[in-house]
């Protein structure tokens, strides 16, 4: 298995001051019906997984559109919302970093932090294509989990939007939108981060609208164009009348309505009893010790 890239190497995929835009925003909405449905979609794998947790981290939930549906599957649990108010983060440093850079891990190693409670479950719907520094939030991911408790999540992968990245393209403007994580790739930083037996999977969604106006009200609303290489300044109306007209010609189906595709991928993994790496010594520290003979929960069945 390869190593995971480092993000140091290349340049960013999300431009953060955009990213800030969106989620400020987006806190401030109910989740996009797309999350809700993905959501709908993620749920009905959880009982394939026979553990039944009593707690229940949603994370990012300002966005995720789940509680109703977690609280369903688990009627027992507690479902802890992370980054709502009632989960109270902390306020900016001097070193200017913000709530919503704690949520995707993008923060400085030596700052401060609120940690997230402990679960059995971690769940992360319509979130993690929007994190630039993986090896920095799946860490905290793998913290917060029980010993064999597990973690799903889902989020957009590289084929969304494909139609509308070919039309910028041939137009000679900037990306309209940022370049998604392959799910090899996250399974691979699954691994790196110590997570066990993640499985990914994906499938391939086709949207319509009536009109290039409803369809680009329905892209805002679930996220701005956060692409570091998008189009830089302002637009008027001359260039929406062109992008209408292209969107029209390169869109429109056999229906009459415009397509795009949208790319879903999902992903669950285990948080494993820790293993001692056997050398000619080894030292083990007194708590790796007491987690490696804690009793495992025989629920996981894959």
């Known amino acids: 298995m390869a190593e995971p890239s480092s993000t140091a190497h290349r ?7 955009a990213l800030q835009r969106h989620l400020l ?4 909405h ?7 449905e993905i959501a709908r979609r993620m749920a009905e794998r959880l009982p394939l997984v026979r553990r039944q947790p009593a707690r229940v981290i949603d994370w990012w939930s300002p966005t995720s559109g789940s509680a109703h549906l977690l609280q369903a599957q688990y009627p027992q649990a507690r479902i802890l919302p992370y980054g709502c108010d009632n989960l109270p983060l902390p306020l900016p440093t001097a070193t200017g970093t913000r709530w919503w850079q704690r949520l995707t891990g993008q923060h400085s190693p030596a700052e401060a932090y609120v940690t997230p409670p402990t679960a059995e479950l971690l769940w992360a719907n319509m979130m993690l294509h929007w994190v630039d520094d993986l090896p920095a939030l799946l860490p905290r991911w793998h913290a917060a989990l029980e010993v064999d408790g597990f973690l799903m999540f889902s989020c957009f992968g590289p084929d969304t939007l494909r139609e509308l990245h070919a039309v ?5 403007w900037g990306a309209p939108g940022s370049a998604w994580i392959d799910m090899h790739d996250l399974g691979d930083e699954l691994v790196h981060a ?14 319509t609208w009536d009109s290039p106006a409803a369809l680009l009200a329905e892209l805002r609303g679930l996220g ?3 692409a570091s290489a998008r189009q830089p300044g302002l637009r008027g109306r001359a260039w929406r009348r062109k992008l209408d007209a292209a969107l029209t010609q390169h869109l429109t189906g056999a229906d009459g309505r415009l397509h795009l595709s949208v790319e879903i991928v999902y992903g669950h993994a285990f948080r494993p009893v820790a293993r001692a790496k056997i050398q000619a010594q080894t030292e083990i520290s007194l708590d790796a010790m007491r987690e490696m003979t804690r009793q495992r929960n025989p629920g996981r069945t894959d």
């Not at 925003?25 to 401030?28: C, G, K, V, Y």
Request: hydrophobic share 40%; glycine share 8%.
């Open 168 to 172: 910028y393209a041939e137009l000679g």
């Open 30 to 36: 109910p989740a996009p019906w797309l999350h809700g």
């Open 194 to 207: 110590g997570f066990a037996d993640p499985v990914m999977d994906m499938e391939r969604l086709t949207l």
């Open 224 to 226: 701005r164009n956060t």
């Open 11 to 17: 340049p960013p995929r999300i431009d953060p001051a």
């Open 25 to 28: 925003q987006a806190a401030d």
